[in-house]
């Protein structure tokens, strides 16, 4: 991988956990909905807000990439059920943003872009709405790159082409290193560029998927992959 330019790196299970930070910030969101709007719990339940997430998903197709645009959908449609208007919205919204971004960084994640950071354009590339600023990540960064500024998330060609740009290499000057094998190594493969899976649970490879280009276990894996010392 001597012809490396550009790095492009997914962010969450790549750099953290979200799973656990996603349920939290939700069973939080909904709290503070119950003490501040009642009606609204009143009317719905989590599975109800859920089931209507899924309805807007299906309405809105076309904006299946843009979190953001369907949170608000959603706090907006309950909160005129319940008879709020959009009153509530902009403050949910920040407290679900405020949670949503109260991650806990893989240990090797923040020496690792250091030292990628010195030899490479790195570039970040999420289909999710974190906020680099506010995790504490963003001047490991020259960009960022999400579904929402794309206007694709992956694995579709779009958001891939657009970070290629961003990172002013060629595609395959450009590596990209996730943990999801469709939308991170297929996607990425399929628009030309090179790929590591980032498999930090030792899973097997599906056998159904074009491989990477290299597995590692974790981003310290990556300098090791690259001679890249700390």
């Given at each position: 991988?001597?012809d ?17 930070v996603?349920?939290?910030a939700?069973r ?9 709007y009642?009606?609204i719990t ?8 859920l ?9 809105h197709?076309?904006k299946?990439?843009d ?26 919204m ?13 240990p ?5 872009l ?8 790195v ?9 680099l ?7 490991l ?50 628009a ?18 074009q ?20």
């Open positions: 991988m001597q490396i330019r550009t790095i492009t790196l997914d962010l969450d299970d790549t750099l953290w956990a979200i799973h656990p996603i349920v939290r939700e939080a969101l909904y709290t503070w909905l119950r003490e501040h009642p009606r009143e009317l719905f339940s989590p599975e109800d807000v089931q209507l997430r899924n309805d807007i998903v299906a309405e197709w076309d299946s990439h979190f953001y645009f369907l949170r608000r959908k959603v706090l907006s449609k309950i909160s005129h059920a319940a008879g709020y208007g959009d009153a509530p919205v902009d403050d949910a920040t407290v679900f943003q405020a949670l949503r971004n109260d991650v806990e960084v893989f090797e994640v923040r020496p690792a250091d030292a990628l950071g010195e030899k490479y354009c570039i970040a590339v999420t289909n999710g709405n974190a906020n600023e506010a995790i504490g990540l963003r001047d960064f020259d960009d960022v790159v999400s579904a929402t500024s794309a206007g694709a998330a992956k694995p579709a060609r779009q958001i891939f082409d657009v970070a290629v740009s961003a990172g002013g290499a060629d595609h395959h000057e450009t590596l990209h290193v996730g943990d999801h094998p469709e939308a991170d190594v297929v996607g990425a493969n399929e030309g560029l090179r790929s590591v899976w980032v498999n930090r649970d030792g899973a097997d490879w599906p056998d159904h998927l491989r990477p280009d290299a597995i590692v276990r974790d981003i310290g894996g990556l300098l090791s992959l690259l001679g890249v010392s700390l």
